[in-house]
């Protein structure tokens, strides 16, 4: 095995919503886990364990939702729920939805979520992504340069919100 330089932590911030959703998949994995044991068991039950495609598949099943588990139970103790907007609502700031328009007049719209949530929806960008780390303290009209691995671009910000629901 190589050595690898440990990833960076990322940031402990997360919505509202983002943490009720991790905690309900915590919660839901319980059962399941209970059910995996159960046919794990019946599995190991039927004999000769090296040959056994059902013991193996569960072990590996129960392995990864024990993984899982364990990530979850630490993590949800580091994170640090963002749940009122800043008090200057002018600027991005974590929890922000930002439309941008690009140098080919292209416009996109991000919200800027902890690193838990970014796959929750398809416009959700982690604070700790490049595009986010370089719209955050900005204000509408503010054009900003991102490095990206595509290159550099420029955006320039068009509207900021902090209003909407929190069920996304």
Same mark, same amino acid.
């Given at each position: 095995? $190589?050595?690898?330089?440990?990833?960076?932590?990322?940031?402990?911030?997360?919505?509202?919503?983002?943490?009720? $959703?991790?905690?309900?998949?915590?919660?839901?994995?319980?059962?399941? @886990?209970? +059910?995996?044991?159960? &046919?794990?068991? &019946?599995?190991?039950? =039927?004999?000769?364990?090296?040959?056994? &495609?059902?013991?193996?598949? @569960?072990?590996?099943?129960?392995? +990864?939702? =024990?993984?899982?588990?364990?990530?979850?139970?630490? @993590?949800?103790?580091?994170?640090?729920?963002?749940?009122?907007?800043? &008090?200057?609502?002018? @600027?991005?700031?974590?929890?922000? *939805?930002? *439309?941008?328009?690009?140098?080919?007049?292209?416009?996109?719209?991000?919200?800027?979520?902890?690193?838990? =949530?970014?796959?929750?929806?398809?416009?959700?960008?982690?604070?700790?992504?490049?595009?986010? *780390?370089?719209?955050?303290?900005?204000?509408?009209?503010?054009?900003?340069?991102?490095?990206?691995?595509?290159?550099?671009?420029?955006?320039?910000?068009? =509207?900021?919100?902090?209003?909407?629901?929190?069920?996304?």
């Amino acid at each position: 095995m $190589r050595w690898r330089p440990p990833s960076e932590k990322s940031s402990p911030y997360i919505t509202a919503a983002g943490l009720r $959703r991790l905690r309900d998949e915590l919660a839901g994995l319980w059962p399941s @886990r209970r +059910e995996v044991v159960a &046919a794990l068991s &019946a599995a190991a039950a =039927e004999g000769d364990r090296s040959e056994n &495609a059902e013991y193996i598949y @569960r072990k590996k099943q129960l392995r +990864e939702m =024990e993984r899982r588990i364990r990530y979850l139970q630490k @993590r949800l103790d580091q994170l640090k729920p963002v749940t009122a907007p800043p &008090a200057d609502c002018d @600027r991005v700031f974590f929890g922000a *939805r930002v *439309r941008v328009e690009n140098e080919a007049g292209e416009i996109d719209a991000y919200r800027i979520v902890g690193a838990d =949530e970014i796959g929750d929806s398809a416009d959700h960008i982690s604070v700790d992504s490049p595009v986010a *780390r370089a719209l955050l303290g900005k204000r509408r009209d503010d054009e900003v340069a991102v490095q990206v691995p595509e290159g550099q671009r420029h955006l320039v910000v068009l =509207e900021i919100d902090y209003a909407g629901d929190e069920s996304d």
